[in-house]
C-alpha cells in the first residue's frame, strides 16, 4: 500500500504579452498574446468508495493563484486506496470565460507526479468529455461514469515521472462555450482499467513548485506584422524605392483588404502594389513598394494605411520617412606613376589612380587600350574597383614589358559616367634601356694537388670570365677571399675588378707546405652577378715528403684496410673510401700508404710519405682521388710505419655517395698479426642472400701471396659449396655475391670458413642491404 | 689445439668461455620515423652443444640494479649451428622502447656478430657491432674520428662491464693536431651502458673533424662512436680498442 498525495490546482492560461496578466475583450475573444488565470475557491474535496476514487475541483474563479491537495492518505480515515483503476476528474468554472465559438484551440496539460506503483514501462491515458449533466460544478460519484467522447489517447511514461502532456479538448471546451455551460469537465481514464497497476495523472506547473492542471487557449487569429524600412534617400530628380514587408504571425488566415495612402503632402511618394498576396497563412509573408521621387531637397513623411481581417490591429498605419538631397557630378581624374629605364626582357607594372573629384558616384564602365604600335602595353585590371564615391579612388595596372630599349607610348580610354569626360583618355610614356647583367664564370671551382711535396711551392691558376653578351652587362668583382688552411695564399696581382662582356682576367692559387698533411681552403668570388653574386672554389691538397711514387711493398709491419674504393658499383652506387690515421705513440712516425689496386700482383705499388706527430689525426678524404689521383680504382691500402713499434690506429669509412647522404661502412686497419697462415680457419659470420640483403667476400694476402679454400655453410652447418683461390702479392681480390659466384641459391643465415693452404690470408664479408645499398663490414674471425 | 686454448683474432678475438659483448643493441622508434633494431647471428664453434645465456644491459646511467637483477634468457645451440636472431631484443627480452648492451656467456667457443639498422618501408641502412671478449676491455682506451660538422654528428656510448666495481673515468677530447681541447668526468655504477648523443653537444666542444678521444677508468671499460650521415641518418660503429 502507498500514499499518494496528490497537488493540484487548476489554470486556465493563455499566451503571455509583456508578462501582463489582462481582462478579456469585451466581445469575448482571446486577444492575442494575453493571460487567464484561473482558481479555485474550495479545491480539498475527495470523495471515497470502496473501490474507485476520484477528485474534482468547483466553485473556480477569476483571481489570483491557489492550489488544494486531494488527500488519499488511508491513514487519515478520508480515503481508501485499493490499488484499482484511478480517475482523475476534472471540472472547470469556464462562467468568467468570455470566448468567440470556433476562434481558439485548447489543450489540457496535466503533468505525472511520483506516487505511481512501479507498472508497465508505459500507459494509455484517455482524456474524455465530462457528460453535460455532470458539467455543473458539484462533483459526486456519478462524475465516475461521466465521460463521454473521447478527446485524446496518449502512451505516458509510468515509470519516470514529473513530465507533461498535453491533451487536445478544443472540441470539448468549444461545446461547452458554444452551449453557454458555466462549467467544462474531463475525465482522466487510464487503460487497462482493471488491473492491478493504478496510476494517475496528477498535475504540475512550475509556478511555485506545485502541481496545477491546467488548459492553454490559443487564439486562431491572425496576426498582421509590417516591417517598414527605418530611413531612405536618393538625389533629387530620383526615386528611391523602398520595401514594405507584411508578415501573419498570428494562427488564422490574415485578409489583406486594402493599402492605401492616406497622408503625402508633397506627393512624392506612390504606392507599387505589384506582386502582393492578399491572403496570408500563419507565418506567410508578402511584399510591396512604395516609391519615393523629390523634386526638392528636404526630409518627408508619408503615412499609409493597411486594412485586414486583424482582430485588434485593424487598421494598421504605418510612416516612412525619406531624405532628399541635391543632385551631385562624378569627376574622373587619372594619374600615371613614372615609367623610366625599365631593362629589356622585364616586366614593369605601372601603377594607374583613377580619383572621382565630383559629388556623385563615378561609375567606371571600361579601360581600353587606344594605341600600342610596340605592342608593349598590357592592361592589367586585378583588384579594380568600378564604383567609385566623391573623393574615393581605385588603382590598376599597365604592364609594360619592352624587348628594345627605346622610348614608348600608349594611348588609353577610361569610359565612365562622368559628364564632361564620359571617354578619358590618357598617354604613357615609357622608356627601356638595355639589360645590365653581367654573367661571371670560374674556372676551376675545385682544386686538388695530389703530388705536392714540403717547401715546394705549387701554383693553380683561376680564370674568371663575363659571359654576359649584353653590352652594358659589365662585371664587376668585389672582393675574392681565401679561407682555410694557411698554406695557401693568392696572387691577384694580375686580377682585373671589372670585366666587358665576353672578357676574362685570372688570380692565382699558391701552395707552399712546410710539412706533410692534407691541406683544405676555399676562396670566395663575389661580384655583381646577381644570379650568382659568389662564387666558390674548393681546394684540397695531399702534401707527401717526395710525392707519389712507384715503391716496393714491404707489408711486414702494416695496417691493411682490406677495402678500399673509387668505383661506380652495383644499382647505381658510388663508392668513396675516406681513411683517417692516428699516431698514438708519443713520438713522430714516419708512414708510408700504398695503394694495392684489385686483382694485382703488387710487388711494388704507388704510395705517398707523410710524417705524423704524436696524437696527431691525419685524416684523407676520397683517398683514392685525393692521395692517388685515380679517378677510379678498387683495391686494399697498406699504412707501413717506417719506425719499430709505432702506434697507429687507422680507420676508414667506405661509402656510397647519393644525393641523400652517404651510406657507409666503417672498416678499420687490420695488423698484418690479423691474418692467418697455413692450416688456420677464419669465420665469416652472418652472410645473407635473399630479398634484402646480398654478401661479397673479400681477401688480402701478404708479400708471398696466398692460396685458400673458402666454403660456404648453411646456419644449421651443412656444407653449401667451396673453392679455392690464389692471390697474388700483396693483392686484393673481391667476389661479388658469393652465393652466385659458388653457384648456391640465397640463404637468409650462412656463414663461411676460409682456410689458408699456404701464405697469409685475411678475409672479410660485405653484407649489402639491396635497397639503400647500405653495406656493414663484417671482418673474419 | 690452438682453436681450443686461444682464439685470438683482432676485433672479434674471444678467449673460449669469456664473456662476449655486443657494445649496442636495439628495438626503438626515434626522431625522424627512425626504426632500430638489431639481428645477431651466433655461430657455436665447438664440437658440442652449447649453452648461452643472454644478458641485457639498458642504456641509461641509473640502471645498474636494474640490469644486476634481470634474468637472462637461454639458448642452447648445437655444434657448428649459426642462429640468426632478428630484432633481439623484442623477440628475446620483449623491450618495445629501448637499447643497450648485450652481454652472451657459455662455456663454449662463440662466434658473435650484429647488425643494428634503421627498417624503413623502402630500405634499410646501419652498422656493424662486432661481439668483442671481456679480455678487450681496457682502463685506457682510445676513439678516433669524432666530428661534428654539417654532414655528420657523433654519438659516444661507454660501458662497464664490473658487476661490481664503480667505473670512474676520464674523458679527454684532443683536435686534429693532438691538442687537448676537453676534459670530462663520468661515474658508471656496475653493469651499466651509457650512450651520449652528439656528444660535441653533450661535453660542449666546438664542432670539428678528427677529434680524438682518450678515456681513463679505474676499471676496465668498453666504449665505442657511432659516427651518423646528418643526410641519410646512415651510421658506422668504431669500437674503441684501435
Given at each position: 500500500m502507498k500514499n499518494i498525495i496528490i497537488f493540484i490546482s487548476i489554470l486556465l492560461l493563455s499566451l503571455v504579452l509583456n508578462a501582463q496578466v489582462l481582462a478579456p475583450a469585451a466581445d469575448g475573444h482571446i486577444l492575442r498574446n494575453q493571460t487567464y488565470v484561473f482558481d479555485q475557491s474550495n479545491p480539498n474535496q475527495t470523495y471515497g468508495g470502496n473501490t474507485t476514487y476520484f477528485v474534482y475541483f468547483q466553485d473556480l474563479y477569476v483571481g489570483g493563484e491557489d492550489t488544494f491537495t486531494a488527500d488519499f492518505d488511508p491513514n487519515d480515515g478520508k480515503a481508501t486506496h485499493y490499488n484499482r483503476e484511478l480517475r482523475t476528474i476534472l471540472e472547470f468554472d469556464i462562467s468568467s470565460l468570455n470566448l468567440t465559438p470556433n476562434t481558439f484551440s485548447a489543450f489540457l496539460k496535466v503533468t505525472t507526479d511520483g506516487n505511481f506503483y512501479p507498472t508497465d514501462p508505459t500507459l494509455t491515458v484517455e482524456v474524455y468529455d465530462q457528460a453535460e449533466a455532470e458539467e455543473n460544478g458539484a462533483i459526486t460519484k456519478n462524475d465516475y461514469s461521466s465521460?463521454?467522447?473521447?478527446?485524446e489517447s496518449q502512451s505516458i511514461d509510468a515509470q519516470n515521472f514529473d513530465k507533461t502532456y498535453s491533451f487536445n479538448v478544443t472540441n470539448a471546451l468549444n461545446s461547452d462555450i458554444t452551449n453557454s455551460r458555466d462549467y467544462s469537465g474531463f475525465v482522466l481514464i487510464p487503460n487497462p482499467r482493471n488491473g492491478n497497476e493504478v496510476s494517475f495523472v496528477s498535475t504540475y506547473e512550475d509556478q511555485s513548485g506545485l502541481k496545477i492542471p491546467k488548459i492553454e487557449i490559443s487564439s486562431l487569429q491572425p496576426d498582421i506584422n509590417v516591417t517598414v524600412p527605418s530611413s531612405c534617400s536618393t538625389i533629387v530628380g530620383t526615386q528611391s524605392i523602398s520595401t514594405i514587408t507584411i508578415r501573419n504571425t498570428g494562427q488564422g488566415i490574415l485578409n489583406i483588404d486594402s493599402i492605401t495612402e492616406i497622408s503625402d503632402p508633397q506627393n512624392f511618394y506612390t504606392l507599387d502594389l505589384t506582386g502582393l498576396d492578399n491572403s496570408l497563412d500563419p507565418q506567410e509573408s508578402t511584399n510591396f513598394n512604395i516609391i519615393f521621387l523629390p523634386q526638392t531637397t528636404g526630409n518627408f513623411s508619408a503615412t499609409f494605411r493597411i486594412s485586414s481581417n486583424d482582430l485588434d490591429e485593424n487598421p494598421y498605419d504605418f510612416t516612412l520617412n525619406c531624405e532628399a538631397t541635391s543632385a551631385g557630378v562624378p569627376s574622373i581624374v587619372v594619374e600615371t606613376s613614372i615609367c623610366e629605364n625599365v631593362p629589356t626582357y622585364t616586366s614593369y607594372a605601372v601603377l594607374i589612380t583613377i580619383r572621382n573629384v565630383g559629388t556623385a558616384t563615378l561609375i567606371i564602365s571600361s579601360i581600353d587600350e587606344i594605341s600600342d604600335t610596340s605592342n608593349v602595353f598590357e592592361i592589367d585590371l586585378t583588384g579594380i574597383n568600378y564604383n567609385l564615391p566623391p573623393s574615393g579612388y581605385t588603382i590598376f595596372s599597365i604592364i609594360f614589358s619592352p624587348d628594345l630599349s627605346g622610348n614608348y607610348s600608349g594611348t588609353f580610354r577610361v569610359s565612365s559616367n562622368?559628364?564632361?569626360?564620359?571617354n578619358y583618355d590618357f598617354n604613357l610614356n615609357c622608356t627601356s634601356i638595355s639589360s645590365t647583367e653581367p654573367d661571371i664564370e670560374v674556372n676551376p671551382t675545385e682544386i686538388f694537388w695530389n703530388n705536392a711535396r714540403p717547401s715546394i711551392t705549387s701554383t693553380q691558376i683561376v680564370t674568371i670570365r663575363n659571359k654576359s653578351t649584353n653590352p652594358t652587362g659589365i662585371l664587376r668583382i668585389s672582393s675574392v677571399t681565401l679561407s682555410g688552411d694557411s698554406v695557401y695564399s693568392l696572387d691577384t696581382s694580375e686580377l682585373k675588378l671589372t670585366l666587358n662582356p665576353g672578357e676574362q682576367t685570372t688570380f692565382k692559387i699558391n701552395l707552399l707546405a712546410n710539412a706533410t698533411n692534407i691541406f683544405k681552403a676555399t676562396v670566395s668570388i663575389n661580384s655583381?652577378?646577381?644570379?650568382?653574386?659568389t662564387v666558390l672554389v674548393n681546394i684540397i691538397s695531399a702534401v707527401t715528403l717526395y710525392g707519389i711514387q712507384q715503391n716496393n711493398v714491404s707489408s711486414n709491419n702494416g695496417f691493411i684496410i682490406p677495402a678500399s674504393a673509387l668505383a661506380s658499383g652495383a644499382y647505381g652506387s658510388n663508392w668513396v673510401t675516406d681513411v683517417k690515421i692516428y699516431n698514438s705513440s708519443n713520438s713522430n712516425i714516419t708512414l708510408r700508404i700504398y695503394f694495392l689496386p684489385t686483382q694485382s700482383n703488387n710487388i711494388s705499388a704507388a704510395s705517398g710519405d707523410f710524417i705524423l706527430e704524436s696524437s696527431q689525426t691525419l685524416s684523407i678524404p676520397n683517398i683514392l682521388k685525393i692521395l692517388f689521383g685515380l679517378t677510379e680504382g678498387v683495391g686494399a691500402i697498406l699504412i707501413t710505419p717506417q719506425q719499430a713499434n709505432s702506434n697507429l690506429l687507422t680507420t676508414s669509412r667506405t661509402y656510397n655517395l647519393t644525393e641523400e647522404g652517404t651510406y657507409g661502412q666503417f672498416i678499420k686497419g687490420y695488423s698484418v698479426n690479423d691474418f692467418i697462415t697455413s692450416g688456420e680457419k677464419g669465420y665469416l659470420l652472418g652472410l645473407q642472400k635473399d630479398s634484402r640483403m646480398r654478401t661479397n667476400v673479400g681477401f688480402n694476402s701478404l708479400s708471398e701471396g696466398a692460396n685458400l679454400k673458402i666454403s660456404l655453410y648453411k646456419g644449421d652447418g651443412t656444407l653449401l659449396a667451396s673453392k679455392e683461390k690464389a692471390l697474388q702479392a700483396n693483392s686484393h681480390y673481391q667476389i661479388n655475391d658469393i652465393f652466385a659466384d659458388l653457384n648456391v641459391s640465397g640463404n637468409s643465415n650462412s656463414y663461411a670458413i676460409v682456410e689458408v693452404l699456404s701464405g697469409s690470408v685475411f678475409s672479410y664479408a660485405s653484407v649489402v642491404n639491396n635497397q639503400s645499398n647500405d653495406p656493414v663490414f663484417v671482418p673474419m674471425y | 689445439m690452438r682453436i681450443f686454448l686461444l682464439f685470438y683474432l683482432s676485433i672479434g678475438s674471444y678467449l673460449i668461455g669469456e664473456e662476449i659483448w655486443l657494445f649496442a643493441s636495439a628495438h626503438s622508434t626515434g626522431a625522424y620515423g627512425t626504426n632500430w633494431r638489431t639481428d645477431v647471428s651466433i655461430l657455436n664453434n665447438s664440437l658440442e652443444e652449447a649453452a648461452v645465456n643472454v644478458y641485457f644491459l639498458q642504456s641509461g646511467i641509473d640502471k645498474s640494479e636494474e640490469n644486476i637483477s634481470r634474468n637472462p634468457v637461454s639458448l642452447n645451440l648445437s655444434s657448428k649451428n649459426q642462429i640468426k636472431i632478428d630484432d633481439i631484443l623484442k623477440e628475446k627480452f620483449s623491450v618495445e622502447q629501448g637499447s643497450g648492451a648485450l652481454m652472451f656467456s657459455s662455456d663454449k667457443e662463440l662466434l658473435i656478430v650484429s647488425r643494428t639498422y634503421n627498417q624503413l618501408p623502402d630500405k634499410e641502412y646501419g652498422q656493424f657491432i662486432p661481439g668483442i671478449g671481456i679480455s678487450k676491455a681496457k682502463k685506457e682506451q682510445k676513439l678516433i674520428g669524432a666530428v661534428s660538422s654539417q654532414s655528420f654528428r657523433t654519438n659516444i656510448g661507454i660501458i662497464n662491464p664490473s658487476k661490481t666495481e664503480k667505473a670512474q673515468i676520464s674523458i679527454k677530447f684532443s683536435n686534429k693536431k693532438g691538442s687537448l681541447i676537453k676534459e670530462a668526468n663520468v661515474e658508471l655504477d656496475p653493469w651499466v651502458h651509457i650512450q651520449y648523443n652528439d656528444l660535441f653537444s653533450y661535453f660542449g666542444i666546438t664542432p670539428q673533424e678528427d677529434v680524438s678521444i682518450i678515456l681513463n677508468s679505474s676499471v676496465p671499460i668498453f666504449c665505442y662512436l657511432s659516427v651518423v650521415d646528418n643526410l641519410s641518418s646512415d651510421p658506422i660503429f668504431i669500437p674503441g680498442l684501435l
Open positions: 465521460a463521454t467522447q473521447l478527446q562622368d559628364p564632361q569626360k564620359p655583381n652577378d646577381t644570379d650568382t653574386p | -
